[in-house]
């Protein structure tokens, strides 16, 4: 069979491969299970590969590269256009092949295992930061129950801490004490797994030169330089620093028609990880914003005293974002000098 692009709807057991020739006729269609893809693609002349970026697609990406295919990973939601009419395999891998031939269509870069095996240590962190955040909550919930009410923060979990240890506390039932205890032993337990990774990321980082010149930007510590490294790879996907923070959805979502611009909220559309970790930066510099010197600081300034704080917050996240792609794509450091002369 003369094939020049294939459609391979992925899954846990069942792929389904729609091939087509250079007229774009149909030529193949057939359902695989996941022992037989390789060998499958093993037989095949080299030609383009279709996948939608999703679970294992990067490990399956990787694995047909190194069999000599182009492989074009695609979001889902820009194969869900080319969905004609109903949702089961075959139409899923149709789609896909038709829209991995299209020339306007914008293709994610595959990652390589070590870009995986770093943003996994971020997923393991941030799953263990929501479980602690839970335990927290439920503890603060149940303690007031009993009348036990302290400030948010650190400093409140600290005191309802020590009031759950004192042996002299009468508020809490014996029983309630007991449980709760065991809420607190997990929550520090938590605590430290979290430190640990902490750790494992702030080494990695070290490692690595990128990362390295992403944290002399302010608001980026050394998870979000990580977590951008790891994730962004090759910073030549994008056009400018503009089309790297509208990927990470931090632009106004457009609802504009006739002429008529209407701008609405931030889109949100990327990847959400990264994003958080921006708007968190950025709400953390606007503390020290009043009493900083640097251009950026001043350019806060200036709009928190027309905009909502949390306007601000977004804003900042957003040339945080354009700044990052120029430190990348420059191969520099940041230098705030520079940025004053602009």
Known sequence: MNISMIGLDI????FQVHGVDESERVVLRRKLRRGQVLEFFGRLAPCVVGLEACSTSHHWARALTG???????IAPSYVKAYVKRGKNDAVDAAAICEAAGRPSMHFVPVKSAAQQAELTVHRARELLVKQRTMLINALRSQMAEFGVVSPQGR?????LLEILHDQQETRLPEGAQTALLEL???IAALASRIAALDKAIAKSVRKNPIARRLMTIPTVGPITASAVAAT???PAAFRNGRHFAAWLGLVAKQHSTGGKHRLGRISK???RYLRKLLVLGATSKLRTVATGKTPLDAWARRLIENK???LVTVALANKTARILWAVMAGNDVYRPERAAAL
Do not use: C, F, Q
């Open 11 to 14: 899954a846990k057991s069942a």
């Open 155 to 159: 400093t409140g979990l600290k005191g």
């Open 308 to 310: 909502p704080k949390r």
């Open 269 to 271: 559309m990327g990847d």
């Open 232 to 234: 962004v790879g090759d």
């Open 184 to 186: 607190a032993g997990t």
């Open 67 to 73: 069999l000599g295919h182009e492989v074009r990973l």
